[in-house]
């Protein structure tokens, strides 16, 4: 399995509900990653998780709470967004090991906040 | 964007002829790595190329990297209609492997 499998793939909120973005990999990555995109823009990074636990947070607004229940699954909660929050939201894993850290993205969520 | 600029922005081509995309980034790098989206779809890797490489091939593509320049260019030769698409370097950092950020972008139009 070479696959990064996020869902839903669309999802439209509004700005008091809570919702979660799913991701998975079975390819015993260790690293995972969640990047928010607007149109027309670049991939930015949120979050990483590196063996379970949180690497990397770019200062993402707390409406944004992270979570790896395993090595295998990322979460990513959202509760009180924004309508400036609507985005492709893509999740990322890579191999482990020093050197091999290409990524390997999911097809994405695309998000409506209302 | 969070590390560096992609120029041109947009490059439209005939079937067959070599596009040419460059990359700058600000920070020292462990790797340089380029990505391709299909509009509204996941990143797909293309190719990596290590800080002390200085060119490497992969099929149709070649890549380039000057560190003093903190620069990289991506040619795609023979291009195809195929390879419509919008197109990212990214930097993975000298000390946090795991940090990766992304130029920002340029979209190729490949006419059939």
């Known amino acids: 399995d070479t696959e990064v499998t996020q869902t839903p793939k669309h999802l439209v909120m509004g700005m008091t509900n809570k919702k979660s973005l799913k991701c998975e990999q079975h390819m015993g990555h260790r690293a995972m990653y969640w990047y928010k995109q607007k149109a027309k823009k670049p991939p930015e990074l949120m979050f990483v998780?590196?063996?379970?636990?949180?690497?990397i947070n770019e200062s993402v607004p707390s409406r944004f709470s992270p979570e790896c229940p395993n090595s295998s699954l990322l979460n990513l909660h959202l509760h009180a967004l924004q309508p400036e929050d609507s985005a492709l939201y893509l999740c990322a894993s890579s191999p482990p090991g020093r050197g091999n850290e290409k990524l390997f993205f999911g097809s994405g969520t695309q998000l409506s906040v209302l | 964007s969070q590390q560096g600029e992609e120029d041109p922005q947009a490059l439209s081509i005939q079937e067959g002829e070599n596009a040419t995309m460059n990359c700058s980034y600000k920070t020292s790098i462990n790797n340089l790595q380029w990505y391709r989206q299909n509009s509204g779809r996941g990143l797909v890797h293309l190719i990596l190329i290590r800080s002390n490489e200085r060119e490497k091939h992969s099929g149709r593509l070649r890549v380039t990297l000057d560190t003093s320049k903190k620069s990289s260019s991506l040619l795609i030769t023979a291009s195809r209609a195929a390879d419509t698409a919008s197109y990212f370097c990214a930097t993975g950092g000298l000390y946090n492997f795991n940090k990766f950020y992304f130029g920002s972008g340029t979209k190729l139009n490949v006419k059939p």
């Open positions: 998780y590196s063996y379970e636990k949180l690497s």
